[in-house]
């Protein structure tokens, strides 16, 4: 019973991935669009669309660490 409840709760510590892969999606899809109308500035957008990105996967590093740590306690 109660590894189930571990199981349970590491899938949904894990569904902070889903908003990760969106935000990185977000991040990227500024970037191109930012781009295509203003193709002059793409060194500094690609530097800060990094930057974005980089923070939105350490969230997603996160929300898996913590399900690793819930579901091996």
Do not use: H
């Amino acid at each position: 019973m109660i590894q189930g409840f571990k199981y349970l709760g590491a899938g949904l510590a894990s569904s902070g991935l889903i908003g990760a892969g969106i935000g990185i999606g977000l991040v990227f899809q500024g970037l191109f669009v930012a781009t295509a109308r203003n193709p002059s500035l793409r060194s500094y957008l690609f530097s800060t669309a990094i930057l974005g990105f980089a923070l939105a996967e350490a969230i997603g590093l996160f929300s898996l660490m913590l399900s690793f740590l819930i579901l091996y306690s």
